[in-house]
């Protein structure tokens, strides 16, 4: 069964917030407002996930992103 919404897992720990998790979260809830987007996805601020060293860390789906940025999540978002 193929989820109707994408799950964007946005780590919200101090080394992920250093490192630009809140313009991840920002760019994303903006992608978000727009077609193909719009209601196909939702951002779940999660605490720390104990790899900081790779900050910000974001999962979408069952993909893990490390050391990522805004257009790596949201061009993820669009493939699938
Ligand atoms: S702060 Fe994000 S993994 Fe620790």
Known sequence: MKLKRQLIFICNGSD???SGSKTISKDVKEAAKTEPLKGACKIIKTKCMD???SAPV???N???FKKTNSQKIILELKKS
């Open 51 to 53: 790899m900081c060293k």
């Open 62 to 64: 069952e993909h893990f």
């Open 58 to 60: 974001v999962i979408v």
């Open 16 to 18: 992920c917030k250093k």
